[in-house]
Nanobody
Framework: QVQLVESGGGLVQTGGSLGLSCAAS????????MGWYRQAPGKQRELVAL???????NYADSVKGRFTISRDNAKNLVYLRMDSLKPEDTAVYYC???????????WGQGTQVTVSS
């Protein structure tokens, strides 16, 4: 069974940095495009970063230049480095296959990121 476990969230001030990790089990990471998503209170879940199996990456305009997605297929891990954080980045962050229309049903518990102003 697929299991996705996110970690690394926390409370940070505006302009700070955080690194998130996603441990995937029950699936072969190397054959899946993987994304980091976030959901803020009262808002829909959105894709913020995507890493393709061919090594390409893609980012939402709101995080471009500030967030970096990476993966370690051998360890079945996906990472999200977040720099220059803003209060509007506050959300619960999840990883899953991507993009959203092809996301698996196996959402993890997510990890909370809170950016204080």
């Amino acid at each position: 069974q697929v299991q996705l476990v996110e970690s690394g969230g926390g409370l940070v001030q505006t302009g700070g940095s955080l690194g998130l990790s996603c441990a995937a089990s029950g699936m072969t990471l190397s054959i899946n495009d993987m994304g980091w998503y976030r959901q803020a209170p009262g808002k829909q879940r959105e894709l913020v970063a995507l890493t393709y199996t061919n090594g390409r990456t893609n980012y939402a305009d709101s995080v471009k230049g500030r967030f970096t997605i990476s993966r370690d297929n051998a360890k079945n891990l996906v990472y999200l480095r977040m720099d220059s954080l803003k209060p509007e980045d506050t959300a619960v962050y999840y990883c899953n296959t991507g993009p959203l229309i092809r996301a698996s049903p196996y959402w993890g518990q997510g990890t909370q990121v809170t950016v204080s102003s």
